[in-house]
């Protein structure tokens, strides 16, 4: 099993106001941070460090000879501080309400300066790490080649926030607050069309009460209760609620028209999470201000979480960005590939 490693950043002090001595974890897979053109990657609200190899979150797109191919470059992915994956940072899940997504951008920004690191070819994230993704963006606008936010938005909508809201309140008067949190996400995280498709109102057998889509729910609930704690689902949850690049700024198109990476927009047409009509005004309002932006959309029954299913799509828009570094690096020896 990779080993975590982990950085000291004392006396951090939160847009709120607070002072925090936080722990930052991190792992790196592929080639070393200063042999390679280095992609940051931010994980999803569940998600973790572990995105790729054995168990990885995100291996359908990275490793070896994968679509962001760990042969040629260094991946590097920080846990948000009380994820829970470290063990670490319980004074922060005390007061998860101090902190929102700009401090979360910041901490890594301050973990990169740590490692000493200045540029990176990419900065990846689906979900809330793509918001996060944005955040970090608009602090260093020279700081990456391309900027890939998927599934995401630079701003938690109305929408999104009552959505939060309501896992917020599972989360502190449920008896059973992660599954049943889990259950009503999962009902955002796909489509009707979707459940129907996979269930067709079936049962496991015709003398039987139970749905099947009632007894998927149950599993995706009782499955990340094995694996998440409590404080981490709340933590995680509100950093979502909190995504605004614009906070206490100017306009999104002034400020996101500062960002110098090239910005590769990828929704999703049955999300319902973040819709894709708020990434496609993204997309109009930016490119009047900005010529490298592009948008992609995936085309699933699947909603928001396409991106963890529609690999063929994803990685045919993300090759023609990856594979460009082919041509110009060696690959990577065999014994230090991605486990």
């Excluded at 994968?66 to 994956?85: E, H, Q, R, S, W």
Aim: aromatic share 10%; charged share 20%.
């Amino acid at each position: 099993m990779k080993k975590i490693k982990q950085l000291s950043i004392n006396g951090y002090k939160t847009l709120s106001g607070q002072d925090y001595d936080i722990k930052l974890s991190y792992e790196v897979f592929g080639r070393q941070l200063v042999e390679a053109p280095i992609i940051l990657v931010n994980h999803a609200l569940t998600g973790n460090s572990n995105v790729c190899g054995l168990n990885g979150w995100w291996s359908d797109l990275i490793g070896p000879n994968k679509c962001i191919d760990t042969n040629y470059y260094c991946v590097l992915a920080f846990n948000v501080p009380g994820n829970g994956y470290d063990n670490s940072n319980n004074i922060i899940t005390e007061n998860y309400k101090g902190f929102v997504a700009r401090d979360i951008a910041k901490l890594f920004s301050i973990g990169l300066d740590l490692l000493n690191i200045d540029t990176l070819f990419a900065i990846i994230g689906g979900s809330v790490g793509g918001g996060i993704a944005w955040e970090l963006a608009t602090l260093r606008p020279k700081l990456a080649q391309h900027l890939i936010p998927i599934a995401s938005d630079w701003k938690s909508t109305d929408w999104l926030i009552s959505n939060c809201y309501i896992q917020d309140l599972i989360l502190n008067h449920s008896n059973n607050p992660i599954a049943d949190a889990r259950i009503h996400a999962m009902t955002l995280y796909r489509t009707p069309e979707s459940l129907a498709h996979k269930f067709n109102r079936s049962k496991k057998t015709s003398e039987s009460e139970i749905f099947n889509v009632e007894s998927w729910l149950n599993h995706h609930g009782n499955t990340l209760e094995k694996r998440f704690n409590l404080s981490a689902y709340k933590m995680m949850n509100h950093i979502l609620k909190t995504i605004d690049i614009t906070r206490n700024r100017m306009s999104f198109s002034d400020v996101a028209s500062k960002i110098r990476s090239n910005i590769h927009i990828i929704t999703i047409n049955s999300d319902l999470f973040f819709k894709p009509e708020e990434n496609w005004t993204t997309y109009v309002d930016l490119k009047s201000k900005k010529e490298n932006v592009w948008i992609h959309e995936i085309k699933s029954i699947h909603g928001h979480d396409a991106f963890l299913i529609e690999f063929d799509q994803l990685q045919r828009f993300l090759n023609p960005i990856f594979s460009e570094i082919k041509t110009v690096n060696a690959p990577l020896s065999e014994v230090h590939k991605c486990a």
